[in-house]
């Protein structure tokens, strides 16, 4: 028998989503924290077999000009490497109409899911079998690009790509300096080039309130870094790393594109931070989302995506990809349906 109930220990959710091989920070207790922060209702629920902890999801309330939902992100994470009688449908089942109990308690729309489960055919039906479909557009990162941290700083930069090694290089004998700063000061710093950034690249830039919170919240443990690249006494590239579990995770970028654009300080603020990952003694450095580098996938035009700028910047650090199922809805009105047409609209006009 599976029984659902709320955990309220942070020792008990971190312990249980650490010790499990995929995970990412956005379902940490710290991560319901800043929701909470945020004005967003949130929950911790746990799935137990007899007393076993086998499974856990963070559900958070969205409020939404179209409408709210619930948003489950990067999860449930579900106990791998340990015999578990029910299946992984089973504990998916159970979790499901849990949250349809408190959407109809919330009076929510839908149900959106951006889950970390490896993007098959037998992933696909799981959802399809318990009623959901695919999202318009994606909530967070599902193609991500991940360096493993084992090898030596040497074989590290050995194994990048002959140009990103020598742009680190260069940038090092230009004399690019990084700074690290979570003060109030740090994270204006960091907003001003993330607003140019957003101008530059037309995207929705997250609030200041969003960013101071989100460093507030994860600065309580020492989890979250902002670093800065200085020139001339000029921040030309910025970037909001988190350390959680097995990774750190480069969360927010933002550069100058008209102060001094020939120094490269972004690759050496990127390696520093990797450098910094691996002191602390995680096992990865995840950059977190990328368009598609396969090639196999023709109905991705790698060239003209938004992100394929960025996507040729991280993977020249080396690395592998990681393809996750794509976010999952499951309709519980007929609100959901403007919602929907507005969001596939809008992710044809990204080019997304």
């Known amino acids: 028998m599976l029984r659902c109930q709320g955990i309220k220990s942070k020792n008990v959710w971190d312990s249980f989503i650490t010790s499990q091989p995929h995970h990412t920070f956005l379902h940490s207790w710290n991560w319901g924290e800043f929701n909470n922060a945020m004005g967003d209702k949130v929950w911790r629920l746990g799935i137990f077999e007899a007393s076993k902890l086998i499974a856990v999801s963070l559900v958070i309330k969205v409020h939404a000009r179209r409408g709210n939902f619930l948003f489950v992100p990067h999860g449930p994470i579900l106990a791998k490497g340990e015999k578990i009688f029910n299946s992984q449908f089973s504990i998916f089942k159970q979790l499901t109409e849990k949250f349809q109990k408190i959407a109809k308690q919330e009076k929510v729309s839908f149900i959106r899911i951006s889950p970390l489960l490896e993007n098959n055919e037998d992933n696909r039906a799981m959802f399809q079998n318990l009623g ?24 590290l930069l050995m194994s990048m790509r002959k140009t990103t090694r020598n742009l680190i290089r260069r940038a090092i004998k230009e004399g690019v300096e990084i700074k690290t700063d979570n003060t109030e000061q740090g994270i204006e710093v960091f907003n001003n080039l993330y607003q140019e950034t957003a101008s530059r690249h037309i995207f929705t830039p997250f609030s200041l309130t969003y960013i101071k919170n989100q460093v507030r919240v994860f600065a309580q443990n020492n989890s979250i870094q902002i670093f800065t690249a200085w020139y001339n006494n000029e921040c030309l590239a910025s970037a909001i790393v988190v350390f959680y579990g097995k990774s750190a995770y480069y969360h927010h970028g933002a550069s100058s594109s008209t102060k001094y654009p020939k120094i490269p300080a972004a690759y050496l603020l990127q390696w520093e931070a990797i450098r910094e990952a691996k002191g602390r003694g995680h096992r990865f450095y995840n950059f977190w989302g990328i368009v598609s580098t396969d090639n196999q996938q023709p109905t991705t035009n790698n060239d003209k995506h938004p992100w394929a700028g960025i996507t040729l910047f991280k993977t020249g650090f080396g690395g592998f990809q990681t393809d996750y199922l794509h976010a999952q809805d499951l309709p519980l009105s007929w609100k959901y349906w403007p919602n929907w047409v507005i969001e596939t609209l809008r992710k044809k006009r990204r080019n997304l």
């Open 132 to 155: 959901f479909r695919p999202a318009p557009i994606h909530m967070h990162a599902e193609v991500t690009w991940t360096l493993a941290l084992s090898p030596t700083e040497e074989e």
